[in-house]
């Protein structure tokens, strides 16, 4: 597996990471012992890179990976999670109890952290969400002191804009940004991606296939569990995605010229990029972990990149992303 640094950080991972999310949240749920198994294949393919957060069930996705990764050697893993919704007595962190960055309670979520994921040390640590009520040099200053303690290794930030980022950045280095980035929601590009290229972060994008959309096997008699996110999501109306197959469309005519996948051509995009983007698909079957990570192979050619940078310009992507 190809390897890519994050920024200016010297945090090496693979090229492609692994997204944990809907191996235990915000998808019909999943056998536990079967995603286990495709953790363990993950590392065995070469995977380094595995994304989680305490959101994530809440608590059970950290938990998944601590006990799928109990008896393997975690000293080539890098391990992501994240802090910043407030928690509720009695259930936990969700996005719907609003946010809490508070020093205490990131230095809170991290002992606990660290105990669901069974390490020694988080390797990194992002704000998952951007806490309007706490000074950003406030999360950041906590995490640096979790830093000096051993107990984090890598600041992160995600879905955070420019001047959240330089001021984060002043007070402890930002190693990565993990935000939604892909080829129909380019919204960073503006202003964020120069931002992170000027500082030497890292880029992370989340959802690189358009919550499964660009990988083209959702038609509009697709349905989804109602603990699905898409079952609410606008771009999955009928509507939407008779309006965005030409993004599709677009994908499997490049795919054909590499005997590629559309999800293959849509994560080499990102990789084409910057040589600091790390795309973290999400999956819950072997053969889609396969088809992901095979995309690190995929060299887009200057023709292809114009290509696809001339047909997204006239296409409209239909509904907003949340």
Request: aromatic share 8%; hydrophobic share 40%; proline share 5%.
């Amino acid at each position: 597996m190809k390897k890519r640094i994050l920024g200016k950080s010297g945090l090496e991972v693979t090229a492609m990471g692994l997204g944990c999310m809907r191996m235990s949240f915000a998808d019909k749920p999943a056998d536990k012992s079967e995603m286990m198994k495709l953790l363990h294949q993950a590392v065995d393919a070469g995977v380094t890179f595995f994304d989680t957060a305490e959101v994530y069930g809440p608590f059970t996705n950290e938990t998944l990976l601590g006990e799928a990764f109990a008896d393997v050697n975690k000293d080539n893993l890098v391990i992501a999670t994240k802090f910043g919704f407030k928690h509720q007595d009695g259930f936990g962190p969700l996005p719907s109890h609003g946010f809490d960055s508070r020093p205490e309670q990131i230095k809170r979520v991290a002992e606990a952290s660290l105990k669901r994921l069974n390490v020694e040390a988080i390797d990194l640590f992002y704000q998952h969400r951007v806490d309007p009520n706490v000074p950003i040099e406030d999360v950041a200053g906590a995490v640096q002191d979790l830093i000096k303690e051993g107990k984090v290794k890598h600041f992160g930030l995600s879905e955070a804009n420019a001047e959240t980022i330089r001021r984060a950045h002043n007070v402890q280095n930002v190693t990565a940004l993990q935000s939604e980035y892909s080829i129909w929601w380019r919204d960073i590009e503006a202003e964020i991606l120069p931002t992170c290229e000027e500082l030497g972060i890292g880029i992370v994008p989340y959802s690189p296939l358009g919550r499964g959309f660009l990988t083209g096997t959702i038609t509009k008699n697709t349905t989804y569990d109602a603990s699905d996110l898409r079952s609410n999501n606008p771009r999955f109306t009928a509507r939407a995605i008779d309006a965005n197959q030409a993004v599709v469309d677009l994908l499997v005519d490049i795919g054909k010229q590499h005997d590629a996948t559309p999800a293959q051509i849509a994560l080499a995009w990102l990789l084409a990029q910057k040589p600091y983007i790390v795309p973290i698909p999400g999956c819950r079957s072997l053969s889609r972990l396969n088809e992901n990570m095979a995309a690190a192979d995929i060299t887009l050619s200057a023709t292809d990149l114009s290509q696809i940078e001339d047909a997204m310009a006239d296409i409209e992507v239909v509904g907003d992303r949340y």
